[in-house]
Each structure stands twice: as structure tokens, then as C-alpha cells.
């Protein structure tokens, strides 16, 4: 077993800690036979161990020569020696010109996969550093995979700048860590991609000259040489195609986001090239179908192993060529989707953008790309306008609060100025915040949803303030006009949608257990979607209202804009929608309770808890919220308590009434204009369970004691339910 | 911390004094927190403090270095820092106690 220290020049860092006593000769004394022997006295299972130390620190020690545990065993027990790229180049194991195309075509794929792996939330040391052209692009002579190395190496700086910058990942999304290696940071950007289209200029020249003419006999040698050249330009061409796009994000004009995706849309079209020409380059030796590393000229799985942290070894399975190409134009997608951003300029419209790209569980740096190309140095939204004047914008489509009409005589008071300035200062935080909550995986959100609602209860609190302060000044101003609940309107309405993504994001995330549903869907049902009908139907009065005003005003002037009054309601939608969930949770609710009257939930033996402190546990957060006030467990039992009806309902009652309101969804959602898909989602859960709660009242398999089931497959929030 | 020492298993302390056994046990005590040198059997050697050990010579050692080659320098390659770690007793090849703490330790190795 032959194993050179890898690593020897930079990771010196590592040994600083050690004591100086250490590093001296000090005089080692054997005493294995003694100790063992010692050891053999001590009795069976007792420790010996200092009075500081004990059976529960001892469960925190790493397990030597524990392949799961201890990462330094692996590097010793392969039977090849470890060579770093200097040592590499010196016994010539490896070159650095004149490589054959099959080979700079297999290095470049498996640094496209090394490539993915990382983004996908791997160590850097694991995936692209393993390729030892990266370490030291200098050393590379063969100019197109000089360029590449180069390449990649920008690509990985920048998209960790942007990750790191965006803020908006976890230790499971990505890990930041380099371990000092060089990220071509001596060459500037700018040189990098003019190395890039030099190469490709010259393999562009390859292949024309190696291109079949009319009426020419194609030798087949020159033929496959032909694919070949064309197989590397296109990578080349890819690397700096998505290398331009990277750099266009980091500049602060709007206008370089649509080049940004222009960019990406052209790599995007090289991609089944790339993907019909991967058997061209040279495979690893060994095989990598099991998401072992490859081991081919220019990687060395091992070169690093000696740089990861002592925590146990996580194993980077680099993944396969041959979804590589899909990958990458997922993660094109996805950066198109991101540049789309731009033409979204309100305030809801953008929080309604993020959370949706959000659904389909987007790459960290596909999220964190969005991060920053809204919020451009955490100042202005898309570079250009004020955060603050986003609100003000908001707050008018909202609930058009007097204060902020031009109509109005607050508009030029002073003092209400003032008010509204630094209420709208004080929301920007949270309302980034927020924003960027939608940036973290699905998992991570939930989390922190329950905490920004302490921001927002804030926020409420002096909405309701304002508002009082701004109605007592219009009153001397104008007295024919009100100023009541506008802001506190608009805030409540945010709350009540943290709050109803918090408890929805529970179904998604599998939080739940069955007999848990009801009192979710009741709370959604009977509670939060009520309070958000209510709040949206107030903002669209104090809207109407507002107009009634202009209207007025106007008319005097021209007699033509009082017939303009069929005009849709900007609100209508989501109140529909939201009449269309509440119909929905409603349905659920019920149905879950006629599914345990019939003994078909099944209930755990609570030992240690009991529903109680279940249910408390899954409305924590709200209790920082003051409106709406949280529901105690008490008083949702008293609430829902079915005695209270007269007579009481059977199962029987309860699934028709489920089915009514699985009808009812179904009646609003058809009726919608211009149905998205997400309407077609529900209605695909509305369907079946009206006919399923109609035959369940109809006592339909009502002596069966298996338990049904709940298929999300539909709606990440809604079952559809299957009595088996 | 009362509470933590009982959940540590028997303490050594309350042993009878006159066993060959306390005396061993008196002797690994000796040895605690001690810089200790263990090479394992696939050539590694740990450096680290003795924290604590069992019948079967599984040792844990504290701030633990790891030097890939045992040698009396240590001028070839870099440590690789781990922590705290447990090395199980069939993987212990050699144990040795740094010779400065030695002079409180004698006993140990007068008596083999």
C-alpha cells in the first residue's frame, strides 16, 4: 500500500494547530503490551475515562476505519499512488498537449457532470477539483482545454459569488467551501471568454475543412474526424455560451438580462449536439453506471480526500453523461424562466413570480440568480426602482388609500407624508424578507414563514397606527372621506397568506399524519381563508370607494367615463380562487370527520402527548400574529363541536356536505376565465371526491375497516380520496 | 453534572483499592489526558489525548491528528485534523505516551 501525501503545498493551513511540543521530537515511550494488558483488567463494558468525559461525548467520536465514518481510510486502501497535478505532469501519467480529441472530448464531459454534481450540493473538492487540469489551468499547453479549464473555473466563481450573494441556501442546497483553491482568479473575465472564442474560431476552421463536399467520396476516417472536431466545438461553444450569460448577471443594468437569456437560449440549442456526440470522447476506465467516480487520464478522485472535513465522508456521486445534457437544459429553462423576472414590475405580481417558480423546486443557483436579479445589491428592485415606491405602488392596486391619491389632499400634507413614508420604509425590510424566504428550498420556507410572521405582526401594529393617525388628519382635511383599515387591510392580507402557505406547505412536505387533517383543513376552512375573503373583500370596497371619489371629480368634466363600470374587478380573481380553496378545505374537513365517526382514521395511543399539544405544536407560529388572533385548541373543540346542531349530523350528512362543497369548488373554478393550470388541478380533485363522498353517504363500503387513501398527486395540497 | 457522571457508567473511584484490577485501573487513570501516539493497522497514525478506554483496548482520542505514515518526524506530509476519535481495539498495532509526561506515569511502565 503505497500512498503519497497528495496534497503538500496547500493545505499547510491544516497543521497550524498543531502544539509546538508536538512538532518537536519529543521522546515517545511504547507501551502497548502494558496498556493492553491493563486494559484486559478492566471489567466488561466498564469505561475508564476522565471525570469531564463520558458515555455521551464519546458518542460524538468518529469510528476509525469505518468506511462510513472515517474518510482518510479510503484514500489509504487503494492500491495506486495519489498525484497531484505538478507530480502528475512529472511522471507524465497525464498531458498537457497534443491530447486526442476522444480525450478532450471525455475530459470536458466529465467536468460537465463534476459540474452539475457540485451545483447540486457537493463539496467542490469532490466534484470539479478533481479534474487536476483545473488546479492549474497555467500548466495545461493544449489551448482548447487550457481555455476550458479556465472556463469552468469562472463558471464556478461566479456562480458561487451569485449563490453566496443570494444568500438563499442551506447546508443541503450547496456547499461555499473552495479550500483555498484558485479560481482563475489572476485572468480576468473578459480574457477568459476571448481565450474561449478563439478556440472556437479555430475549431470552427476544423470543421469546414474537414466537411464532406458535393460529389465527394467520404473517406469514413475523415468523416469521424469531422464529428469530432464539431463534438468539441460545440462544447466549447457551450462553456463560453453559459460563461457570457453568468458574467451578463453580474452587471447592474436591467437590459443585460435579456441578453443573459438570449445567451442561454443559444447554449440551449447546442445541447442536443453535445448530447448526440458524447459517445465520441474516451470513457473512465471503471465503472461509473453506479454513480462511482470516473477514473480516467486528468481526474484523481482522491487528490483532495485529505482537505474534507473530519465529519463523516459524504460520498459525491458525480452523475452520468448521459444526463448531463438533460440537466443542463433543465437549468437553462429555468435561468430563461428567471429573466422573465424583469417584466413583472408590482409588488404581488413579484411575490406571486417567486413563489411560483419556487413550486417546482428550482437548483440553488437557478434561485439564487432570481434573488439577485431582483434585488441588485440589496437595494433597488431590478437596479432601478425603489423597494419603497414598489409598496406605494402595491398599496394603491391594493386598497388605494386616500394618502396615496394624487386626488387627495393628504397626498401633499406634510405630516401625512411622513406617516406613510416611514411606514412604507419600515415594511421594505420585511417585504424583502419575504421575497426572499420564496428563495430557499421548500423544506427551509415553511421554517422561516413561521418566523418572519413576528415581523409582520409588527408591521400590523403600526399599519393600524397609521391609519388611525392619517383618518384623524383627513377628517379636519375632508371630512366626506375615510382613511380606516387601508394599510392595516393590506398587511392583514399578507399575514393571512404567510399563514395559509405555512399550513399548505405542510401537505406538500408530508408534515401531517392522517388523523391531523381535520383540524389543518377546519383552520384553513373555517378560519384563515374566511378571514382572507373577508380582508380581499374590504380592499375591493375601499377601492370602489376611492373610484367612486375620481369618478365624481371626473365627472364634471366629461359624462363619458361613468359608463366604463363594468370594468373586472382587480380582486376578483383571488377572491374567487380563494372561495374555490375554502370550498375545498371545507370539503376536506368534513370528510375527514364522517371518515372517523366510521372508525376509518386511524388514531395513534397518545402516551406522551395527546391531540392537545399536536395541534398547539402545528399553530405555534401563529401565536405571534394579534389579528387574526390565533384559535386555541379549546375553542376550536367548542367550534366544531357537531353537538351544537340539532340533531347532531351522522357520517352520513357529512359526506354529502363534503360533496356539496367539493361541488361548489368545482361550480367557481369552471366558471373561471382563462383557467391556469392550477385551476385544472384542483378540479381534478374536486371531481372524484364528489362522487366518492356521494357514494360514501350512500353507505358504500361502510362495513370495510381498511383505511382509505389520500393521493396527492393531483394537488400538493388536496387528496383525492380512495376508499379500497 | 452530578447527574452526568452517573449516566457515565460505573466511576473507577469506587473500586476496592487491593485488586490487581485497581491497579490497572489506577494505572490507565495515570495516563488520562495524556498526549498519546497510536498507529493503526492500515499504517495511519493518530495523535491525540487519551479520554478513555475499555477491556477491549477501543481507545478514544481527543483533538486527534491524523499523520499518514508513522515516523518519528513528522516532516512528511501534513496532519489531517479529526477530533475526537475512537479507534477499535483489533485496529491498535502500538501505543506510546509522550516522554515528558512520563515522570508521573513510571509506575506504569516500571511494573510490566
Excluded at chain 1, 436591467?254 to 440549442?269: I, M, N, P, R, Y
Aim: with cysteine; proline share 4%; hydrophobic share 40%.
Amino acid at each position: 500500500m503505497v500512498m503519497k501525501s497528495a496534497v503538500e503545498d496547500d493545505d499547510a493551513g491544516w497543521g497550524l494547530g498543531i502544539p509546538e511540543k508536538m512538532k518537536n521530537n519529543a521522546n515517545w515511550v511504547d507501551i502497548t503490551h502494558e496498556f493492553k494488558g491493563a486494559c484486559k483488567e478492566l471489567n466488561l463494558g466498564e469505561l475508564l475515562h476522565d471525570k469531564l468525559f463520558g458515555l455521551f461525548e464519546a458518542m460524538s467520536a468518529i469510528e476509525m476505519m469505518d468506511p462510513k465514518m472515517d474518510a482518510g481510510m479510503i484514500g489509504n486502501q487503494v492500491n495506486r499512488k495519489v498525484l497531484n497535478f505538478e507530480q502528475a505532469i512529472k511522471e507524465s501519467v497525464i498531458k498537457v498537449k497534443d491530447l486526442s480529441l476522444p480525450e478532450l472530448i471525455g475530459i470536458i464531459d466529465t467536468c460537465f457532470c463534476c459540474l452539475i454534481t457540485w451545483l447540486e450540493g457537493h463539496s467542490l473538492a469532490q466534484t470539479v477539483f478533481t479534474c487536476l487540469y483545473v488546479h492549474n489551468p497555467d500548466l495545461i499547453e493544449e489551448p482548447a482545454l487550457k481555455s476550458f479549464a479556465l472556463g469552468i473555473l469562472k463558471v464556478c466563481d461566479i456562480a458561487r459569488e451569485k449563490v453566496n450573494k443570494a444568500a438563499v441556501f442551506e447546508e443541503e442546497d450547496f456547499q461555499a467551501m473552495t479550500y483555498g483553491f484558485k479560481m482563475a482568479n489572476n485572468v480576468t473575465d473578459l480574457r477568459v471568454t476571448g481565450m474561449l472564442k478563439d478556440v472556437e474560431d479555430e475549431l470552427q476552421r476544423k470543421v469546414k475543412g474537414t466537411r464532406s463536399r458535393q460529389g465527394e467520396q467520404r473517406n469514413p476516417e475523415v468523416e469521424l474526424e469531422h464529428q469530432q472536431w464539431l463534438a468539441l466545438f460545440n462544447r466549447i461553444k457551450f462553456t463560453r455560451l453559459i460563461l457570457t450569460a453568468l458574467i451578463a448577471f453580474t452587471k447592474k443594468e436591467t437590459s443585460s438580462v435579456g441578453e443573459a437569456q438570449k445567451l442561454v437560449a443559444q447554449a440551449a440549442d447546442i445541447l442536443s449536439a453535445i448530447h448526440s456526440s458524447i459517445q465520441h470522447g474516451i470513457q473512465s476506465q471503471n465503472d461509473t453506471t453506479k454513480g462511482d467516480h470516473p477514473i480516467m487520464m486528468g481526474f484523481e478522485p482522491l487528490v483532495n480526500q485529505r482537505l474534507l472535513p473530519p465529519t463523516f465522508p459524504r460520498y459525491a456521486k458525480i452523475i452520468k453523461r448521459e444526463d448531463m445534457v438533460a440537466y443542463f437544459s433543465k437549468l437553462i429553462e429555468r435561468i430563461k424562466t428567471v429573466c422573465d423576472v424583469i417584466n413583472t414590475t408590482n409588488l404581488h405580481g413579484i411575490l406571486d413570480f417567486f413563489s411560483e417558480f419556487s413550486e417546482q423546486s428550482p437548483c440553488v443557483l437557478s434561485r439564487s440568480l432570481l434573488q439577485t436579479t431582483f434585488l441588485i445589491d440589496n437595494k433597488k428592485v431590478f437596479g432601478t426602482h425603489l423597494m419603497q415606491d414598489m409598496i406605494k405602488d402595491a398599496l394603491r392596486y391594493f386598497v388605494s388609500p386616500p394618502v396615496l391619491s394624487y386626488k387627495c389632499c393628504l397626498f401633499n400634507n406634510h405630516q401625512a407624508k411622513d406617516y406613510i413614508d416611514s411606514f412604507v420604509t419600515h415594511c421594505s425590510r420585511p417585504f424583502c424578507s419575504l421575497i426572499q424566504i420564496h428563495g430557499h428550498n421548500r423544506a427551509r420556507q415553511r421554517d422561516k414563514l413561521g418566523h418572519i410572521l413576528e415581523e409582520f405582526a409588527t408591521l400590523q401594529d403600526e399599519a393600524e397606527k397609521v391609519d388611525a393617525a392619517l383618518h384623524s388628519l383627513l377628517m379636519k382635511l375632508e371630512p366626506q372621506r375615510q382613511h380606516l383599515a387601508c394599510l392595516g387591510t393590506w398587511i392583514l392580507y399578507h399575514n393571512l397568506r404567510i399563514m395559509i402557505q405555512y399550513l399548505l406547505s405542510g401537505f406538500e412536505l408530508e408534515l401531517y399524519s392522517m388523523h391531523e387533517y381535520y383540524y389543518i383543513y377546519w383552520y384553513l376552512s373555517e378560519f384563515l381563508y374566511a378571514w382572507l375573503m373577508s380582508t380581499l373583500s374590504r380592499a375591493d370596497s375601499s377601492q370602489m370607494a376611492e373610484e367612486r371619489i375620481t369618478e365624481e371629480q371626473v365627472k364634471g368634466r366629461s359624462s363619458k367615463k361613468t359608463k366604463k363600470k363594468k370594468k373586472v374587478r382587480p380582486l376578483s380573481k383571488e377572491i374567487t380562487m380563494s372561495q374555490a380553496y375554502q370550498n375545498m378545505c371545507a370539503g376536506m374537513y368534513k370528510t375527514m370527520v364522517a371518515l372517523d365517526m366510521d372508525g376509518k382514521v386511524h388514531k395513534p395511543q397518545f402516551e406522551l402527548d395527546s391531540e392537545q399539544v399536536r395541534y398547539e405544536h402545528r399553530f405555534a407560529p401563529f401565536n405571534s400574529v394579534v389579528t387574526p388572533p390565533p384559535v386555541h385548541y379549546i375553542q376550536f373543540k367548542e367550534m366544531s363541536d357537531l353537538k351544537k346542531y340539532n340533531p347532531p349530523p351522522g357520517s352520513a350528512d357529512l359526506y354529502l356536505a363534503a360533496s356539496k362543497h367539493f361541488q361548489q369548488a368545482k361550480l367557481i373554478l369552471e366558471n373561471v376565465t382563462s383557467p391556469d393550470p392550477e385551476v385544472n388541478r384542483i378540479l381534478k380533485v374536486a371531481k372524484p371526491n364528489i362522487v366518492v363522498m356521494k357514494l360514501l353517504a350512500g353507505g358504500h363500503k361502510k362495513e370495510t375497516k381498511a383505511l382509505p387513501e389520500f393521493d396527492f398527486s393531483a394537488h400538493k395540497y388536496f387528496p383525492v380520496v380512495k376508499i379500497i | 453534572m452530578a447527574t452526568m457522571i452517573e449516566e457515565n457508567g460505573p466511576s473507577s473511584h469506587e473500586q476496592p483499592e487491593v485488586s490487581s484490577s485497581s491497579q490497572a485501573r489506577l494505572k490507565l487513570e495515570g495516563l488520562l489526558n495524556k498526549n498519546m501516539r497510536i498507529r493503526m493497522t492500515d499504517g495511519r497514525t493518530l495523535v491525540g489525548l487519551f479520554l478513555c478506554t475499555d477491556r477491549d483496548c477501543n481507545v478514544i482520542l481527543g483533538s486527534a491528528q491524523e499523520f499518514l505514515k508513522s515516523t518519528d518526524t513528522f516532516s512528511q506530509g501534513e496532519p489531517r485534523v479529526l477530533g475526537l476519535a475512537m479507534i477499535p481495539g483489533h485496529h491498535v498495532v502500538s501505543i506510546e505516551v509522550e516522554a515528558d509526561n512520563l515522570e508521573d506515569t513510571q509506575g506504569f511502565v516500571a511494573n510490566h
